[in-house]
């Protein structure tokens, strides 16, 4: 099949992104006609987020309030799933409360329970109908890059204490996203308790989701991607390989840090030992004990602690693969476009060949002719006026395709942009906290060895 003539690849190709500074465009269009006031209450700086607040639009008015939105509770329950058979599950208790409310009133605090899965349905949900997204990822079902003193157990609570964690983080994400925070279906997940699921399914999301089959033969049969998403998917494959090999580091290091500070347990107990043969340095030997067991102790919660820094690094290690869905999503619409644009390129190409008698390619119609004779007039009249039509139609979809995917360039680079300003901003806290703990971690060491070198002074 030949290429389509040159007017038509002009269309194939993606508009120019606009100026980084017009990014509110493609914000705007997205969201309507909303109030243009409440814009201003969008968080940009996670302020809000770090306070545990989100901008959501309740369904009664639509319009933007700030809520307090918190994962308080877990627990571990028993039930039957969809086969009938008994599970064991931990369900989660979501509390929200307006923070905007009339001086004397009492405010009200709403609570539901919800499961993991409930969780990925909801993220299912968005990834669909906001294909243009960076949408938050969910938390890890089960842990991964854990040192190995620390139990890899789904129901472990300590596990489960971190994962009420990034769920609750996942929340105060989609509910500080100036667009995801409108969504009905999120407001309705968490003030909703019964029925939601139906709600969710009655949306039809599960039929416009792309099939992964159809999305790899995009990939690999693209003729003209796009060089800034095809950058994009590099980076996000580098990004989690690297944060990938650093939490591995850690974990490594984590590890090997557990049997140092476990191994001066032997010095606290050698020298209390020690201490009951001597009488003179006996009292010494004896604090110089103490100090080291304190220390040997101290690892258990510095390695807690060290894996809610971890889990940061992991939120995005799954934002990742968040990047990737939208590069992905490009992909598809890209070769639709070209697929649009081929066949209108044939349809003309036939449409010439009929009007004017001569074919300038092979085609099983054109060997059909020559064995069994020529058309008549009419029959030709006819299928030029069919093929009018269907290039007309074509002209038509093509066109709105390209609209589409122009629209879909601009809103989902200007919500890249958000993303990586708060990346960068999320990553730089999260790396120089773990380095104040580290040093923490080594003046608590220096500490116990220059009180222990006091007590050897004293003897």
């Not at 003539?5 to 465009?25: C, I, V």
């Not at 999301?205 to 994009?232: C, G, H, I, M, Y």
């Amino acid at each position: 099949m030949e290429q389509a003539p040159p007017d038509l690849e002009r269309q194939w190709q993606p508009a120019p992104l606009e100026p980084l500074g017009h990014a509110d465009a493609g914000l705007q269009a997205a969201v309507g006609e909303e109030a243009e006031g409440s814009r201003d209450e969008v968080p940009g700086d996670g302020t809000e987020h770090a306070l545990g607040l989100g901008v959501l639009m309740t369904e009664n008015n639509f319009g933007l309030k700030k809520i307090e939105i918190s994962v308080s509770e877990a627990e571990k329950r028993t039930g039957r799933n969809a086969m009938n058979m008994q599970e064991t599950y931990t369900a989660y208790l979501i509390e929200t409360r307006s923070v905007e409310h009339t001086d004397g009133q009492s405010v009200l605090t709403d609570s539901l329970w919800r499961r993991y899965s409930e969780f990925e349905l909801l993220r299912n949900y968005l990834l669909v109908y906001y294909p243009h997204i960076v949408v938050p990822p969910l938390p890890e079902k089960r842990a991964e890059f854990v040192w190995h003193k620390l139990s890899a157990d789904n129901m472990d609570p300590d596990f489960v204490e971190r994962r009420r964690i990034g769920l609750e983080n996942f929340l105060l994400r989609v509910a500080s996203h100036p667009i995801l925070c409108r969504d009905k279906i999120f407001y309705l997940f968490l003030t909703q308790e019964g029925n939601w699921k139906e709600t969710v399914n009655e949306t039809g999301f599960q039929l416009k989701a792309d099939s992964r089959l159809k999305a790899l033969n995009a990939t690999f049969r693209v003729k003209n991607p796009d060089k800034r998403f095809t950058e994009l998917k590099h980076y996000s494959d580098e990004l989690q390989s690297v944060i990938s090999h650093l939490l591995r580091v850690r974990a490594r290091v984590a590890d090997r840090l557990y049997g140092v500070y476990k191994v001066h347990g032997n010095y606290g107990r050698v020298f209390s030992e020690w201490s009951a043969i001597e009488k003179e340095m006996g009292d010494g030997l004896q604090s110089a004990g103490h100090h080291m067991d304190v220390y040997a102790s101290s690892i258990d919660d510095i390695l807690e602690d060290e894996e809610h820094y971890a889990d940061q690094l992991k939120e995005y290690l799954f934002y990742a693969e968040a990047l990737r869905a939208v590069c992905r999503k490009h992909e598809l619409m890209q070769y639709d476009l070209e697929m649009a644009a081929q066949d209108l390129a044939s349809k003309k190409q036939q449409c010439e060949e009929l009007a004017t008698g001569t074919v300038r390619t092979f085609s099983l119609k054109g060997m059909t002719t020559k064995l069994f004779g020529q058309e008549t007039p009419e029959q030709r009249e006819a299928r030029i006026k069919v093929l009018e039509e269907q290039i007309n139609e074509g002209e038509q979809q093509l066109k709105s395709k390209n609209l589409e995917g122009r629209e879909f360039v601009k809103n989902a680079w200007a919500d890249i942009e958000r993303f990586k300003e708060q990346k960068n901003h999320d990553l730089k806290e999260a790396l120089i906290s773990y380095a104040v703990m580290q040093i923490s971690m080594c003046k608590k060491g220096i500490q116990v060895w220059t009180n222990a070198k006091e007590c050897f002074s004293k003897m």
